[in-house]
């Protein structure tokens, strides 16, 4: 059911922004729109998903009016603040978005739409599971505006796709990609390697079986072990291997030679896309740190510097927006230095670097022998900009450490 949220500062119940909260209006704003709900609770996955059994009074068929409750309170919020703006990206993440009736979907994105506006080119997602896309629930949610579908695909392998407890039949793929193109639907599509058992072999026939499916994105993304995961426990009790790291680092080169050689850039450490246009504008919105607010139990939210999170149980959730209040669990204003700590980890790890004017002194200084480390690339340094080199990729903890120092 996902890790503790974090500890913060009580949240007021009618979810005000504090009066003193400088906002930009020029900052760009996205909406996440999160859907908890799985059939299965994969072995890996620490995110704050439920199954059926686990709901305890809360009901998928009465999720989308309670999210849209939560959206005519966003919009309170921001309209007492004058912090209303059209929301540039949309998505759906779970969870299992399309567990729910793409009608469900498109009544939460109506939602938005009313509330805030949407851009005249906004990117709006939904993830899938590829065993719940069949051509007409893609030609619906296209016809509600939605413009790109992510595919868990994790796997081509079935003994990789057992390790990680996914239960989708890998031909259901190519099927989800091929409905959400005739659809009108950009595609990405997503991966996951170093699951136990996963072989080099194994990896690279998933990338090029990713690639012969031709999407426009595609994210590779390295098994971590979560504390209180089944897979965590499997690891403690000996039943299978933890990922290697040196292997997993193997694999990553692989995939980064692979999407090379098929026309796919890398933008961001673990994200490819064909050109910058298919580029995922909603994980850039978090990575250059825009304001978003994300709907749903557990979800967080971050408006001008100020974050929120959401209670994590879908019944709470639900029971704090029956009452007429916000469904916040804390929130908190990190100080200056966390949020410089925080902008280096994250714009370091996109193409489009991060501007040296922004270090420390400290950090300015450090940049030379990570050059010379073969960790940041000297051209772009020349120009006034922090970006990775693939063997910078790969150590990125070290960089971000080293340039905060």
Wanted: aromatic letters at 6%; proline letters at 6%; hydrophobic letters at 40%.
């Amino acid at each position: 059911m996902g890790s503790a949220l974090p500890l913060g500062d009580p949240a007021p119940p009618d979810g005000a922004l504090p009066d003193d909260l400088a906002h930009d209006p020029s900052t760009p704003f996205s909406v996440y729109l999160h859907v908890p709900f799985c059939r299965v609770r994969c072995g890996y996955c620490d995110f704050n998903t439920y199954t059926a059994t686990e709901l305890r009074g809360a009901r998928q068929d009465q999720y989308a009016d309670t999210v849209r409750n939560e959206i005519t309170l966003a919009r309170r919020v921001l309209e007492r603040s004058d912090a209303v703006r059209p929301a540039q990206t949309v998505f759906f993440g779970g969870g299992t978005p399309t567990l729910l009736p793409a009608g469900d979907l498109a009544r939460m994105l109506d939602g938005v739409a009313a509330a805030f506006g949407l851009a005249d080119d906004a990117e709006i997602t939904v993830e899938a599971n590829p065993d719940t896309v069949t051509p007409a629930v893609v030609r619906e949610l296209a016809a509600s505006g939605v413009t790109r579908l992510s595919i868990g695909m994790q796997s081509a392998m079935p003994h990789v796709l057992a390790a990680l407890d996914r239960t989708h039949d890998p031909e259901n793929v190519a099927t989800a990609v091929s409905a959400a193109r005739d659809a009108g639907l950009a595609v990405s599509v997503d991966l996951i390697y170093g699951a136990p058992g996963e072989s080099l072999d194994d990896w690279r026939a998933s990338v090029e079986t990713a690639v012969a499916l031709e999407p426009d994105h595609l994210s590779a993304y390295a098994l971590i072990v979560e504390d209180g995961t089944k897979l965590a426990r499997q690891i403690r009790r000996g039943e299978v291997v933890a990922p290697d790291d040196d292997t997993q680092a193997d694999m990553y080169e692989l995939a980064d030679d692979l999407l090379a050689a098929a026309g796919f850039d890398w933008y961001e450490v673990s994200n490819w896309a064909r050109n910058d246009a298919q580029r995922s504008q909603h994980n850039l919105a978090y990575w250059r740190g825009s304001d978003w607010w994300g709907f749903g139990p557990g979800a967080h939210s971050h408006v001008a510097g100020l974050r929120w999170w959401n209670v994590k149980h879908p019944a709470a959730y639900a029971q704090r927006l029956a009452a007429g209040e916000s469904p916040a669990a804390a929130r908190e204003r990190p100080d200056p230095g966390a949020r410089h700590l925080e902008s280096v980890l994250l714009r370091s790890r996109i193409r489009e670097g991060l501007p040296v004017a922004e270090l420390t002194a400290g950090g300015r200084r450090a940049v030379a022998s990570l050059v010379d480390g073969g960790l940041i690339d000297g051209g772009p340094v020349t120009s006034g900009r922090i970006v990775l080199t693939r063997r910078g990729r790969l150590l990125a903890d070290t960089v971000v450490r080293a340039l905060t120092a």
